[in-house]
């Protein structure tokens, strides 16, 4: 089993910064890769971004590419996710997780992630 252990959401205004932590611990050496998922109030959870666990790879989604940044601390088994000029369609819960190796390479899906934290709520005003 994995834990993940999200911090660092809040309530920001349009324009600001927020940084999400993920702190990883347990059975760590069987993650491949860890990415962020938001869910918005009625929507469905969509991806943000990923990096495989050597943190050379990164992958995201077309609306935040240039204003987010995942990186990882090996060191710390902790991810994060520095999120500039946010937006108020920013705004919903994010989650972090982590996923077992997978064939299709494809970490983009929620179903190619074994593990999941409790989300942490981003809200940001207009």
């Known amino acids: 089993q994995v834990q993940l252990e999200e911090s660092g959401g809040g309530l920001v205004q349009a324009g600001g910064s927020l940084r999400l932590s993920c702190a990883a611990s347990?059975?760590?050496?069987?993650?491949?890769?860890m990415g962020w998922f938001r869910q918005a109030p009625g929507k469905e959870r969509e991806f943000v971004t990923s990096?495989?666990?050597?943190?050379?790879?990164?992958d995201y989604v077309g609306p935040v590419k240039g204003r987010f940044t995942i990186s990882r601390d090996s060191a710390k088994n902790t991810v994060y996710l520095q999120m500039n000029s946010l937006k108020p369609e920013d705004t919903a819960v994010y989650y972090c997780?982590?996923?077992?190796?997978?064939?299709?390479?494809?970490?983009?899906?929620?179903?190619?992630?074994?593990?999941w934290g409790q989300g942490t709520q981003v809200t940001v005003s207009s």
């Open positions: 997780a982590a996923g077992r190796t997978r064939y299709s390479g494809d970490y983009t899906i929620p179903a190619s992630y074994d593990y």
């Open positions: 347990g059975r760590t050496f069987s993650v491949a890769a």
């Open positions: 990096i495989n666990w050597r943190g050379d790879i990164t």
